[in-house]
C-alpha cells in the first residue's frame, strides 16, 4: 500500500517574529523554537500574552494529539486575538473565560490553569466549565480551525486535494493488501 | 441561449435546478416547451469547484438562516443548519455521491404493507412500481447508472473492498460497487471516473452526473430553456380564478421580478417547495398555495440514517477514491422480525480529516476523541441508509420571528424520529459494527446524523386530494397548472436514496405536462 508520509512540512515560522525572516528554519528550527519560545503571545493586541498562553494549554486539552508539535494549535487559536481586537465582547468572553479557568484552578491547585501540571488535573477544571459559552465558542472554532489546517492533514494521514494529480486512479484507491481473503 | 421576457406568459417557469427542476426544464425544452429556470444560487461549472471540505461548503452549500426544532440530534448540533444541500445551478446533483436504485414494489405500498403503524402518517403512493418501470428505465440510460444499460460497475476502492470482504464473512449476499450515475467508462460526451474522492464536493472531472453540466446545458442547446441563476423565486401569484400566473423573485441585484408563466413547477428540495407555498398564501388561500388538505410542510422525511466508522490495525485511506464506492443491500428488505417495518441500505462512506472532526461525535473532546481521529488512516466507513415513517407532526412550517434578507419568513424544521426509526438504527449500527469487527476492526464508532441531505415528503402525492398535496403527475391536486417536482412529492421514503426516483418522475412529469399542454388543459 502506499502509505502517507507522516513527516512534518510545517515551517516554524510561526515561532518567529518577522514571516520574511532569512533564516534557514530547519537549520536552527529547534533553538529558534526555544530562543523565541512564547513570541507569537507577545504579538496579540487584544489578549494578553498570558491569555493567550493559557488559551494554547486549553486548545490543547481540548484536542490532545501527542503527536502535533504546539505551533499546529497556535495557528488555531491566534485569530480569536484578531477577533478580540474587533469585537469588545468577543474580548470579553475569553478573558473573562480564561480568568474564571486560572481562578477554578488557582482555588484547586495553587496555580493558574496553564501551571497546572497534569492534563488529568486540568480537565477536569475543563469539564466543570464545558457548558459555558466560553467553553463551546473556543471548541466550536477549534474544530475547524485545528482540523482544517493543510499542514496538518499529513500528520493523519490524509491527503487532501487530489482532482491536480489526476485523483487516486493511478495512486492507489484500491492498494489495500492485508484483507482477509473472501 | 434562449431569453425570454418577464411578460411572456406562456412559458414553464421552474423554481430549482436540481435533479427535479433541472431535468424537467431539459425534458420540456426537448420537447419544444418554452422554459425558464429560476435558480437561487450562483451558476459554478465543474472545473471551478474545489477539493477542500470547507471551501467547498462555503462554495456550494445552502447556508441561507433556517431553524430548528425537535428531539433529532442535528436540531441541537447544528441548530441553523438542518440540511446539507446545495445553493448552486444543478441544485443537490453537485453534492449528491451518484447512488441510483430502483424503489421495491412494497415501497410505493406502504400503508397496505406496513399496515396501521401509530404514529406515521403512512399512505401508498398513487403510482406503482410497474407504473414507473419504464420511467426508471429512461433515468437510468440519461444517467447512466452503472450495471444497467450494459455499464460496468465501477471498480471497488479500498474502503469498499473491507466493506466487501466483512459482509462476506457475514453471510451478506448482495454486495457489490453498486448502481451509481458515475462513468465507469467514457459515456454521454463525459470521461470515466478518476477516483477523486471528492464526490460530495461537486465532480471536477464530470463522471458524476449532475444536471449542472448534462441536462442544463442540453436543454440550453435547444434553444427552448433559459436558466437564470442567483433568482429566488419569493411568491407564486394566481388570478382570481385560482389559476398560478407567474412566479415574483429576487433577482442577482436583490431586485424583485415578476416572471409570468402558464405553468409553475416547483423543485426547490423538500424545505423550500414548501415554505414558497406557504409563503405564498393569499385571500383565496390563506394557509398556503396547494394546501387545502393542510398538508404542505408535513411528512417531512429524511431517512433514518448513521454512519459507523471502523479502525483496523493496518491502513485504509478510506478517502481515496468514490465517496459512496459500495452496498449491501441484503437488510433492504421489509422484515417485520428484526424489530421494525422497512429497510435500510449499508453504503460506504468517506469524509476528509475536517469533516470527520466536525461530524463524528459534535460537540465531543478529550482523548476518547482525539483517539479516534489518530485512527483515520486506519478507518473504514459505512452510511446507513433506511426507510423512515411519515409523521405529520415533521414538518416544515414558517418561522414565526426569523425572515431573510427579502422579508420572507424563513422555513423551521421539526424533527422526531418515529421509535421505528429509533429501532431500525439500533438494528443498523449493530449490524455495520458486525461487518467491520468480522474483518478484524479493533475499535467502532456509530455516527450520528449528519444534517439532512435526503429531504423528502413535504408536497406528497395521493390519490385523494385530502391525504395529500399532488396527483400521480405531481400537479397540485387544487392548482392545474402548478406542479411539484423535486423530492417533497414523495409519500414515502423507501430505502434507498431518492435521487434516481426524483430523476424518472421528472421524466414522467415533462410527458404529462407536454401533453395536458399539447390538448390546452392546462
Given at each position: 500500500m502506499r502509505e502517507v508520509d507522516r513527516r512534518s512540512k510545517h515551517s516554524r515560522r510561526v515561532f518567529l517574529k518577522g514571516a520574511a525572516t532569512a533564516v534557514p528554519v530547519v537549520t536552527v528550527a529547534t533553538s529558534v523554537a526555544v530562543s523565541v519560545e512564547g513570541a507569537w503571545a507577545d504579538d496579540a493586541s487584544a489578549l494578553s500574552p498570558a491569555t493567550m498562553k493559557t488559551l494554547l494549554k486549553v486548545a490543547r486539552d481540548i484536542y490532545p494529539h501527542d503527536v502535533l508539535g504546539d505551533s499546529y494549535y497556535i495557528t488555531a487559536i491566534k485569530p480569536w486575538d484578531g477577533k478580540a481586537a474587533?469585537?469588545?465582547?468577543?474580548?470579553?468572553?475569553?478573558?473573562?473565560?480564561?480568568?474564571?479557568?486560572?481562578?477554578?484552578?488557582?482555588?484547586?491547585?495553587?496555580?493558574?490553569?496553564?501551571?497546572?501540571?497534569?492534563?488529568?488535573?486540568?480537565?477536569?477544571?475543563?469539564?466543570?466549565?464545558?457548558?459555558?459559552?466560553?467553553?463551546?465558542?473556543?471548541r466550536g472554532d477549534l474544530v475547524v480551525s485545528l482540523y482544517n489546517q493543510k499542514e496538518v492533514w499529513p500528520r493523519f494521514g490524509y491527503e487532501g486535494s487530489s482532482a491536480e494529480h489526476g485523483g487516486y486512479i493511478n495512486r492507489g484507491f484500491a492498494d489495500i493488501d492485508w484483507l482477509p481473503k473472501a | 441561449m434562449a431569453k425570454f421576457d418577464l411578460n411572456d406568459s406562456s412559458v414553464v417557469v421552474i423554481v430549482g435546478s436540481g435533479a427535479g427542476g433541472g431535468t424537467l426544464g431539459n425534458e420540456l425544452a426537448q420537447k419544444g416547451v418554452k422554459v425558464v429556470i429560476l435558480e437561487a444560487g450562483p451558476r459554478i461549472e465543474n472545473q471551478d469547484f474545489v477539493n477542500d471540505e470547507w471551501e467547498s461548503f462555503s462554495q456550494l452549500a445552502w447556508t441561507d438562516a433556517r431553524t430548528t426544532s425537535g428531539t433529532w440530534r442535528v436540531a441541537k448540533d447544528f441548530s441553523g443548519l438542518p440540511a446539507w444541500?446545495?445553493?448552486?445551478?444543478?441544485?443537490?446533483?453537485?453534492?449528491?455521491?451518484?447512488?441510483?436504485?430502483?424503489?421495491?414494489?412494497?415501497?410505493?405500498?406502504?400503508?397496505?404493507?406496513?399496515?396501521?403503524?401509530?404514529?406515521?402518517?403512512?399512505?401508498?403512493?398513487?403510482?406503482?412500481?410497474?407504473?414507473?418501470?419504464?420511467?426508471?428505465?429512461?433515468?437510468?440510460?440519461?444517467?447512466g447508472v452503472t450495471r444497467t444499460n450494459g455499464i460496468p460497475g465501477l471498480p471497488g476502492n479500498n474502503n469498499f473492498k473491507v466493506l466487501e470482504a466483512g459482509a462476506k464473512k457475514l453471510g451478506y449476499k448482495t454486495v457489490h460497487t453498486g448502481n451509481m450515475a458515475i462513468n465507469s467508462q467514457p459515456r454521454d460526451g463525459r470521461g470515466a471516473c478518476q477516483q477523486i474522492g471528492f464526490c460530495f464536493q461537486g465532480c471536477k472531472s464530470g463522471a458524476k452526473w449532475s444536471t449542472l453540466y448534462t441536462e442544463i446545458p442540453k436543454g440550453e442547446a435547444t434553444g427552448n430553456l433559459e436558466v437564470r441563476p442567483s433568482s429566488m423565486a419569493v411568491k407564486i401569484e394566481h388570478d382570481s380564478s385560482g389559476k398560478v400566473t407567474g412566479v415574483v423573485?429576487?433577482?442577482?441585484?436583490?431586485?424583485?421580478?415578476?416572471?409570468?408563466?402558464?405553468?409553475?413547477?416547483?423543485?426547490?428540495?423538500?424545505?423550500?417547495?414548501?415554505?414558497?407555498?406557504?409563503n405564498s398564501a393569499s385571500t383565496m388561500f390563506p394557509d398556503g398555495l396547494a394546501n387545502s388538505s393542510g398538508q404542505v410542510g408535513r411528512n417531512y422525511m429524511r431517512h433514518m440514517t448513521g454512519s459507523v466508522y471502523a479502525v483496523f490495525e493496518k491502513s485504509v485511506h478510506m478517502y481515496r477514491g468514490t465517496t459512496m464506492a459500495g452496498i449491501i443491500r441484503d437488510e433492504a428488505v421489509n422484515n417485520p422480525k428484526r424489530g421494525f417495518v422497512g429497510g435500510y441500505e449499508m453504503e460506504t462512506l468517506s469524509i476528509g480529516l475536517p469533516f470527520m472532526a466536525a461530524f463524528l461525535n459534535p460537540g465531543a473532546w478529550g482523548r476518547s476523541f482525539t483517539s479516534a481521529l489518530d485512527g483515520y488512516p486506519r478507518m473504514a466507513g459505512m452510511w446507513l441508509v433506511g426507510e423512515d415513517m411519515p409523521q405529520e407532526t415533521n414538518r416544515i412550517t414558517l418561522d414565526p420571528v426569523v425572515k431573510d434578507k427579502f422579508g420572507q419568513p424563513v422555513a423551521s424544521v421539526h424533527f422526531d424520529d418515529h421509535p421505528n426509526d429509533v429501532a431500525m438504527?439500533?438494528?443498523?449500527?449493530?449490524?455495520?459494527?458486525?461487518?467491520?469487527?468480522?474483518?478484524?476492526?479493533?475499535?467502532?464508532?456509530?455516527?450520528?446524523?449528519?444534517?439532512?441531505?435526503?429531504?423528502?415528503?413535504?408536497?406528497?402525492?395521493?390519490?385523494?386530494?385530502?391525504?395529500?398535496?399532488?396527483?400521480?403527475?405531481g400537479q397540485s391536486h387544487d392548482v392545474k397548472n402548478l406542479f411539484?417536482?423535486?423530492?417533497?412529492?414523495?409519500?414515502?421514503?423507501?430505502?434507498?436514496?431518492?435521487?434516481?426516483?426524483?430523476?424518472?418522475?421528472?421524466?414522467?412529469?415533462?410527458?404529462?405536462?407536454?401533453?395536458?399542454?399539447?390538448?390546452?388543459?392546462?
Open positions: 474587533k469585537d469588545p465582547a468577543v474580548k470579553a468572553l475569553i478573558s473573562d473565560g480564561i480568568s474564571r479557568l486560572d481562578q477554578n484552578a488557582r482555588d484547586r491547585h495553587k496555580v493558574g490553569y496553564a501551571e497546572v501540571p497534569w492534563e488529568a488535573d486540568r480537565v477536569v477544571l475543563l469539564k466543570e466549565i464545558e457548558g459555558s459559552d466560553f467553553f463551546q465558542k473556543v | 444541500i446545495v445553493k448552486a445551478v444543478g441544485g443537490s446533483t453537485t453534492h449528491w455521491a451518484g447512488a441510483s436504485l430502483r424503489f421495491d414494489e412494497h415501497e410505493f405500498r406502504v400503508k397496505s404493507t406496513y399496515g396501521n403503524i401509530p404514529g406515521a402518517n403512512l399512505l401508498d403512493w398513487p403510482v406503482t412500481l410497474a407504473e414507473m418501470e419504464p420511467w426508471y428505465a429512461k433515468a437510468e440510460n440519461k444517467m423573485y429576487a433577482d442577482v441585484t436583490g431586485a424583485m421580478q415578476r416572471q409570468k408563466a402558464r405553468i409553475v413547477a416547483v423543485a426547490g428540495n423538500s424545505i423550500e417547495s414548501p415554505r414558497l407555498l406557504l438504527r439500533a438494528h443498523a449500527y449493530k449490524q455495520g459494527a458486525a461487518v467491520y469487527d468480522a474483518v478484524g476492526a479493533t475499535v467502532t464508532y456509530p455516527t450520528p446524523p449528519y444534517p439532512s441531505t435526503h429531504n423528502l415528503g413535504t408536497n406528497r402525492m395521493s390519490e385523494k386530494p385530502r391525504d395529500g398535496v399532488v396527483n400521480k403527475f411539484v417536482s423535486d423530492g417533497s412529492q414523495f409519500t414515502s421514503g423507501a430505502a434507498c436514496n431518492p435521487t434516481l426516483t426524483i430523476v424518472a418522475l421528472a421524466i414522467r412529469q415533462a410527458d404529462h405536462i407536454a401533453g395536458a399542454m399539447q390538448k390546452k388543459e392546462i
